[in-house]
């Protein structure tokens, strides 16, 4: 909260004088009140629990292998003991796999909740917008995964390219590469007329005031 106060201080300071405003919202609060996404919650929860169900079936039986090898090992010829090792090592990297599968980084699971959650998310994100529309140069998410985020930002206040100008660099939808021209990336109001260091057009008369000089054509 402390970090989401110090942002909406230094964007207010910083735009006070053109009367620019910001905002917050809290998805979470929102996304808890849409009934499609307590639905979508529950097919995912019903889901996570009969995969967790299936896996935790193999790991029991895995346990119940091993622990009869144990009792038997005694009993059985070298080849026989292989031969259980192999199943109960083959049966732990079933188990393994399917906990990937299922609750990996890309699995199942993600992939459903991109499937269901990710529309209604992009519709709270579209309402967002339309709610910002002009009056706002930027709204705030208090109520995200990750903490205090930027929901929505005004290209108009976005100086990226900017930046990379003052640094050299040519922004990508202009081209790329670096800059040649030792104009580009100055700030506008320097290349009128009467800016700093501009000299006069090379077709206007110079101020000498020496008699050979030809008038301008």
């Known amino acids: 909260?402390?970090?989401?106060?110090?942002?909406?201080?230094?964007?207010?300071?910083?735009?006070?004088?053109?009367?620019?405003?910001?905002?917050?919202?809290?998805?979470?609060?929102?996304?808890?009140?849409?009934?499609?996404?307590?639905?979508?919650?529950?097919?995912?929860?019903?889901?996570?629990?009969?995969?967790?169900?299936?896996?935790?079936?193999?790991?029991?039986?895995?346990?119940?292998?091993?622990?009869?090898?144990?009792?038997?090992?005694?009993?059985?010829?070298?080849?026989?003991?292989?031969?259980?090792?192999?199943?109960?090592?083959?049966?732990?990297?079933?188990?393994?796999?399917?906990?990937?599968?299922?609750f990996g980084p890309q699995g199942d699971l993600f992939k459903k909740r991109q499937e269901l959650v990710q529309p209604i998310q992009d519709r709270v994100y579209n309402a967002v917008k339309e709610v910002a529309g002009t009056s706002y140069v930027a709204v705030f998410d208090i109520g995200g995964q990750n903490g205090n985020n930027l929901l929505f930002a005004s290209d108009k206040y976005d100086k990226s390219d900017a930046v990379l100008k003052k640094l050299g660099i040519r922004p990508k939808k202009e081209g790329t590469g670096p800059v040649q021209d030792e104009e580009f990336g100055k700030d506008p109001e320097e290349n009128k007329d009467g800016g700093k260091g501009d000299e006069p057009p090379k077709d206007q008369p110079q101020p000498d005031g020496g008699r050979d000089q030809k008038p301008p054509r």
């Open 1 to 102: 909260m402390r970090t989401l106060l110090l942002l909406l201080a230094v964007a207010i300071a910083a735009t006070s004088a053109t009367a620019q405003k910001v905002a917050f919202v809290n998805t979470k609060y929102i996304l808890d009140q849409l009934p499609e996404y307590g639905t979508a919650q529950k097919e995912l929860d019903r889901l996570s629990k009969q995969w967790q169900e299936d896996i935790d079936e193999r790991h029991q039986t895995i346990k119940r292998l091993r622990d009869a090898y144990n009792a038997e090992a005694v009993l059985l010829t070298e080849e026989m003991k292989r031969a259980r090792i192999d199943e109960i090592e083959s049966k732990e990297r079933d188990a393994r796999d399917l906990q990937k599968k299922r």
